[in-house]
């Protein structure tokens, strides 16, 4: 993941009956119903200049780094002021840090193929469609409901749209044959997601998220499908993968899997995630959070200076490992507010 923090809208509203606990796993992950009427969040509504689709609210690979966990907080208080769930129930989903629930609490969309097919109603030829803006559509849950397919075997019913999938999850390679029928009447690009090739830094950022090898073999199956897919490094996390020789190696190994792009962009620290990251930084990388305090005190967004440098730095290995700087409907997004230049500095050399 990666990606734009993004209000929920109507799209994600509790509606009808009372939460339905669907499945429980034996580490306490809870799977509950949400049968929302509509799925498809227009860009009036987050600010982005495409619509958006998430099939899961909450998201078991609770990366640290996650700006999605405001999202959940929305959705267990919109069913608290419905009367969907009690007191004690919201004192369970929203957890007692405020994050852990969003780990732990999640909302399947169930149902979803008619409300998209009404939402499909509202979109215009050549909009841009993207899933997995907020949360993952192939986080283990996909495995069990196959909502994320659901919506995809409706999709291959569209053309003229443009579509974006973003995920960390092998479980999309599933899906190949659905992604190519997509693809033969709309714009596709799948963006497989992952900020390190080093596996012990992934699992220290990111609690379960699926090992870096597994996502590479997966984008090495939907391009050998036909897909057409690349690689998403975001966040980039100065001081910790932002060095030439970090961010070189994962060039190549998205040049090795047959990625047909590579997009990154640097950390957004939102204030949702300030909470959760933070005290992780400050047990792997202690020297750093005095600097990530004063970097990101008075904005959301990486310093100017640095993300100007880091995207020289994103250029020249391009340029490097052969691959085109294409605009992508990830690269549209943007801050709400220019970051002010601000401490950080780029690990390593900038030449
Ligand atoms: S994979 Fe899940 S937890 Fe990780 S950034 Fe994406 S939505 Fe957040």
């Known amino acids: 993941m990666a990606k734009g923090g993004l209000p929920l809208t109507t799209a994600d509203r509790p509606t009808g009956r009372p939460a339905v606990v669907l499945d429980q796993r034996l580490r306490g992950t809870t799977f509950v119903s949400l049968t929302p ?3 498809l969040n227009p860009p009036s509504a987050t600010g982005m200049d495409y619509w958006s689709l998430n099939p899961f609210v909450g998201c ?10 405001y999202t959940h907080r929305y959705v267990v208080e919109r069913a608290h002021d419905a009367g969907k769930l009690t007191d004690a129930e919201f004192a369970d989903y929203r957890g ?6 969003f780990e732990r609490r999640i909302f399947v969309k169930e149902q979803v193929v008619g409300a998209l097919a009404a939402d499909l109603k509202r979109v215009p030829v050549g909009a841009t469609i993207v899933i ?8 283990p849950a996909e495995r069990r409901f196959r909502i994320t397919r659901a919506v995809l075997q409706h ?3 569209c053309e003229g749209l443009s579509f974006g999938i973003i995920t960390k999850s092998p479980l999309i390679a599933r ?4 992604l190519v029928r997509l693809q033969q009447r709309n714009e596709l690009q799948v963006h497989v997601s992952l900020i390190t090739a080093d596996a012990r830094l992934a699992r220290k950022l990111e609690a379960r998220s699926p090992v870096p090898a597994a996502r590479l073999r997966a984008l090495r199956k939907l391009v050998d499908a036909g897909v057409n897919a690349g690689l998403i490094v975001a966040p980039v996390l100065p001081g910790i993968t932002d060095d030439l020789a970090h961010l070189d190696t994962l060039f190549a190994a ?6 047909r792009f590579v997009h990154a962009g640097a950390l957004r620290l939102y204030a949702a995630v300030r909470d959760r990251f933070l005290p992780v930084l400050g047990e792997h990388f202690p020297d750093l959070v005095p600097r990530y305090q004063r970097a990101y005190a008075r904005q959301a967004g990486a310093p100017r200076e640095y993300a100007r440098a880091l995207s020289r730095r994103i250029e020249k290995l391009r340029r490097k490992h052969g691959f085109k700087n294409e605009s992508t409907m990830v690269d549209r997004y943007r801050p709400a507010r220019i970051p002010v230049q601000g401490e950080l500095e780029l690990r390593g050399s900038l030449a």
């Open 155 to 157: 999709l291959t019913r």
């Open 132 to 139: 997995g803006t907020a949360t993952d559509p192939y986080q």
């Open 37 to 39: 009427k509509r799925v």
């Open 254 to 259: 998205a040049r090795a899997a047959g990625a």
């Open 175 to 178: 899906d190949r044959d659905l």
């Open 96 to 101: 007692p840090h405020g994050w852990e629930a």
């Open 60 to 69: 078991e690979f609770g990366c640290t780094y996650c700006y999605a966990r």
